[in-house]
């Protein structure tokens, strides 16, 4: 047999395996693993890991929110991204007012199509003015769109009877609804009086958004959608008491599935001590939350009550951060991991101890191209795209802003120390990042 590129004497990594291998690759895909498989263009990968490409189901590219838009763009988004071993993402559609479900993908399909270096997908926001579209959602579901984003916060946020009735209109079309889950009218009573009684700084952000809310909006959304008879995936969880509701609904027989992400596992409310801007850069929402919620949640990790790590990166720049200092809610909120996170979780999770090589896998690329019915990603198998990440388990990389290729100029991960890079990214049968250098064209990226 002929190949167009075999990865040879590497160490497979899967959801489910490790073992020994050579990868050929034709046209694009994975057509043999399997030992001493020979061509003439070779990637050497002795001493290596080779895991499936990095799936980061969570990223919002030049999102426009309020009057900024976040940093980074289809094309600087998607190149950081490679850089840290990520082949898929799935980002956002936000419909205007007076366009239809349908147009609002296809323009957004468009822009990300311009830039994107690796292969996306698009979430649909049903954002309050879609209520009255949600005979569109068949359509949308039809053209690309298999999952609908619900916020239960900010002013995109549905009340319950508007997600229930989203919730039918998803499942009917087959769709699957994703939230963001916190208690939105307390959050915000309490915001207001803690900036009335003078509690401005950074540190109270966590405290106007504590866990207990996050949970009750989490267990919530469960029940509405155990009613509506919808399978239901939560959106970055930062606490202990509402991956409890998740798993206590799992145990009752409901499809409810979890997502966390990397600032929730590397970082904690220490950030927030930092002087001036620094403490309020790690802004984001829910909040970096203690220590022992951090070990917490690695813990249910390791028991896999957890589905999918993802990014949620969505940074602004240190100036539009700084514009906010007066009070912590006028911080825009966000942090960038979309390239550390493949990464950081190795370093973190496997090297540490809390979960499996094949757990880390799992999270990253299996289960997320499963949920989200992403079928030729995910997973190192005969047929599959050829989405491949050559992972040096002991490079050492210090995260700086200098170290990354995140537009936003700053990282909440500053002078954190990893164990363990991508050294050679593979995007559908194309070398797209090797030994720190970028390959890829600009537009390479497809709609998957
Ligand atoms: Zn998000």
């Not at 763009?73 to 490679?82: V, W």
Request: hydrophobic share 40%.
């Amino acid at each position: 047999m002929s190949y167009d590129l075999v990865i040879k004497n590497g160490t497979l990594v899967t959801a489910s395996s490790t073992y020994k291998a050579d990868i050929g690759i034709k046209n694009g895909r994975i057509i043999a693993i399997a030992e001493k498989l020979e061509c003439d263009k070779i990637v050497d990968a002795t001493d290596r890991l080779v895991t499936p490409g990095a799936i980061d189901t969570h990223v919002h590219l030049e999102m426009p929110i309020g009057k900024y838009t976040s940093t980074d763009d289809f094309y600087t988004g998607t190149k950081a991204a490679a850089f840290g071993g990520t082949t898929t993402i799935i980002d956002f559609v936000e419909a205007g007012e007076n366009q239809t479900l349908v147009d609002a993908l296809e323009e957004r399909k468009s822009k990300a199509e311009s830039r994107s270096i690796i292969d996306f997908g698009l979430h649909m926001t049903i954002m309050p003015h879609d209520i009255k579209k949600l005979n569109q959602v068949q359509a949308a579901f039809d053209a690309g769109c298999k999952s609908f984003k619900i916020y239960m916060a900010y002013g995109n946020k549905l009340n319950d009877g508007e997600i229930l009735l989203a919730f039918e209109a998803i499942g009917e079309a087959g769709g699957l609804p994703i939230v963001h889950a916190e208690n939105w009218d307390a959050i915000t009573t309490l915001i207001d009086k803690n900036i009335k009684e003078g509690n401005t700084g950074p540190e109270w952000h966590t405290k106007s958004r504590p866990a207990i809310l996050e949970a009750e909006a989490v267990g919530r959304v469960i029940d509405l959608a155990t009613y509506a008879g919808v399978p239901v995936h939560i959106f970055h969880i930062s606490c202990p008491e509402a991956i409890e509701r998740v798993k206590n609904a799992r145990i009752q027989g409901h499809y409810v599935t979890a997502e966390t992400c990397p600032q929730y596992l590397c970082l904690t409310d220490e950030v927030f001590e930092a002087e001036g801007v620094e403490g309020a850069l790690p802004i984001c929402s829910p909040p970096i939350r203690g220590i022992v919620d951090q070990l917490e949640l690695w813990e249910y990790l390791s028991s896999e009550s957890f589905h999918t790590i993802s990014s949620d990166h969505c940074p602004f720049t240190l100036k539009e951060k700084e514009a906010g200092m007066e009070a912590f809610n006028k911080v825009p909120g966000g942090v960038p991991s979309i390239e550390m996170r493949f990464s950081s979780i190795y370093s973190r999770g496997v090297r540490d101890g809390f979960i499996t090589v094949n757990q880390w896998v799992d999270l990253c690329c299996t289960t997320p191209a499963w949920l989200f019915g992403l079928e030729s990603k995910g997973d190192i198998q005969v047929g599959k795209d050829a989405d491949l990440v050559v992972f040096n388990p002991s490079k050492e990389v210090e995260l700086s802003r200098e170290s990354l290729h995140e537009e936003a100029g700053w990282t909440p991960y500053k002078d954190q120390k990893i164990t363990g890079w991508p050294e050679v990214t593979i995007s559908r049968g194309e070398i797209i990042v090797e030994n720190g250098k970028c390959l890829a064209e600009k537009g390479r990226g497809q709609f998957i």
